[in-house]
Every structure is written in C-alpha cells, then in structure tokens.
C-alpha cells in the first residue's frame, strides 16, 4: 500500500513538472503574428497588409532571439519595389522604427529588414 502511495505521488509530481516546465518555454518570446498584431494596432495604416490590390502591399519578418524585425513593403507594377516601413518589436512588445526604404533606382529589389537599407 505505502509503495503504492510513493508511485501515485511521484506521478503526480512528475505531470506538474512537466506541465510548469510547458507552461514557461515559451513565456515572454514574441511570435510573427503577434509582432505583427502590435504593429497594426500602433499603426492604423498597416491594418489592410497583406493584400493583393494594387500595389500590392507584404509583410515580410526576421526573428531574433529578442523580438522581431517586420517591414511594411509596397511592392510595385514594372518596379521591384515602392516602398518600404521598418520596425523591429521587442518580446516585451516595444515597438522600435528601423527605417524607410524609398530605393533610388527603379531596379532595387533587395532590402535589409534589419537597417531598411539596400542590400
């Protein structure tokens, strides 16, 4: 009985144990989508990207260990790019500006989220 008893407690403590160690893994990380939902809710303007209207307007990210960077991108018709917003929002939900991309030659496609920069 007393050997029976020992098991149901070890059981026991071994499913809180796990279920705290679940609980807390992913505790005070970001995910896209909220980053994302922070964004827009900061930023009104932002509220109908992504969307295939003309121009057509992205999202595009880049995780990081301490948030995320997210750039707001119009992308263009005969041009690569029209323009860009960049932010980078912290897993404590600071939001950040990195930048406005406005590429000076009608051939820039490539941009760095990170600096909002040509690559």
């Known amino acids: 009985m007393r050997h029976t008893y020992g098991i149901f407690v070890a059981v026991i403590v071994t499913i809180a144990i796990i279920g705290i160690y679940y609980q ?6 970001l995910s896209e989508s909220d980053a994302v939902a922070v964004l827009k809710a900061a930023y009104p303007e932002f509220e109908n990207y992504p969307n295939n209207s003309l121009p057509p307007q992205t999202i595009r990210t880049e995780k990081e260990a301490d948030g995320w960077y997210v750039a707001f991108v119009q992308e263009g018709s005969g041009r690569p790019i029209l323009g860009a917003k ?25 941009f760095s ?7």
């Open 24 to 29: 807390n893994m992913d505790k005070g990380l």
């Open 86 to 110: 960049c932010y980078f929002v912290s897993n404590d939900k600071q939001i950040r500006e990195t930048g406005t991309f406005a590429p000076a030659d009608l051939n820039e496609s490539g």
């Open 113 to 119: 989220i990170k600096t909002c920069t040509t690559l």
